[in-house]
């Protein structure tokens, strides 16, 4: 800790230094706040290395940087909630991804218009999703998915595996028609198989 608390007070950009934040994946993560006023929570490395120099005014403040004229887009939503939900202690979903050390890659972080060129422009009706939630958000695990595809993803998800085939109880709900709370009383509270759970029928003699 010593040594971590020495870039404490020290400047980067327009970011200052104000207190140790967490420890994630063997990278240390600083409270700063910018010159403009508002607070972020950044990773050390991308403060001592130049990638990060601001809470993103420094973008919107280089003339024409907003060249894409997608401001208003859905893509563009996108980025900036991704952005605030990481980066931010004050917003709602803070506790969910930058609280638990999801980060985002520089590339993505620094630019609107790298993070469209990678993901490409967003269907209807679906939404940024991590193929590996516990990852940070970076080209290589990130897509773009609609609600059933995001729910099957959760972090909360019990998954049930049934001749060799995975899925979440919801989705062998949907598959067999037996409903979500039968299957999982039956393996959370009968001990019933996966199998079991799954493939008996309800009003079946064991008792579904």
């Given at each position: ?136 958000y970076a080209p290589e695990n990130c897509m773009w998915s609609d609600r059933i595809k995001q729910g099957a993803n959760k972090r909360n998800n019990r998954f049930l595996i049934v001749d060799g085939v995975k899925r979440t109880v919801s989705q062998w709900s949907r598959i067999t028609g037996i409903r979500k709370n039968t ?26």
């Open positions: 800790m010593p040594q971590r608390l020495e870039i404490i007070g020290k400047k980067f950009g327009r970011l200052t230094v104000r207190a140790f934040h967490t420890m994630t994946n063997h990278n240390s993560r600083w409270k700063c706040k910018c010159e403009c006023g508002k607070e972020v929570v950044v990773n050390g490395g991308w403060l001592t290395s130049g990638n990060t120099k601001s809470c993103g005014c420094l973008l919107r403040d280089i003339p024409n940087h907003k060249t894409h004229g997608m401001s208003t887009a859905r893509e563009y939503y996108s980025w900036s909630t991704m952005i605030q939900r990481c980066t931010n202690p004050n917003h709602t979903y803070y506790k969910n991804y930058g609280g638990r050390g999801i980060s985002i890659c520089s590339r993505w972080r620094n630019s609107f218009e790298t993070f469209l060129k990678d993901m490409g422009i967003r269907p209807a009706g679906t939404s940024l999703d991590r193929k590996n939630n516990k990852g940070d299957i999982r009383m039956r393996v959370v509270e009968r001990g019933w198989s996966d199998k079991e759970a799954v493939m008996t029928n309800v009003g079946n003699p064991k008792g579904g």
